[in-house]
């Protein structure tokens, strides 16, 4: 029998819960735009889904960044393996070594 303790996000009825939670925030917030008078400082505030559309592109934005950005800041997939052979090794070498002068 399997004792682990269910997570509340194993259920795939509650995820689907939150999803269409989440869906309706975005929704009520989207009617809202066109109700609530904001104070704004720049004109194109003022254009409907500004916001939104000012969101998403930041996120397209940092999307593009962090895709070039990985150019030339990503490691090989063995960048820790091969140090860590190289020190075993040289540890391997340098033991075989001291055991041949004892013999």
């Known amino acids: 029998?399997?004792?682990?303790?269910?997570?509340?996000?194993?259920?795939?009825?509650?995820?689907?819960?939150?999803?269409?939670?989440?869906?309706?925030?975005?929704?009520?917030?989207?009617?809202?735009?066109?109700?609530?008078?904001?104070?704004?400082y720049h004109s194109w505030e003022n254009l409907w889904g500004f916001h939104a559309i000012y969101g998403f592109a930041g996120c397209v934005v940092l999307v593009i960044v962090a895709t070039w950005m990985r150019t030339f800041l990503m490691r090989s997939e063995d960048y820790y393996d091969d140090e860590w052979n190289t020190d075993l090794d040289e540890k391997n070498t340098s033991d075989t070594g001291a055991a041949n002068v004892d013999d």
């Not at 917030?29 to 109700?35: I, N, R, T």
């Open 1 to 40: 029998m399997d004792n682990k303790p269910k997570h509340i996000f194993d259920d795939p009825k509650n995820v689907k819960r939150v999803m269409h939670f989440l869906y309706a925030s975005c929704a009520l917030l989207f009617a809202l735009d066109f109700v609530i008078h904001r104070h704004v």
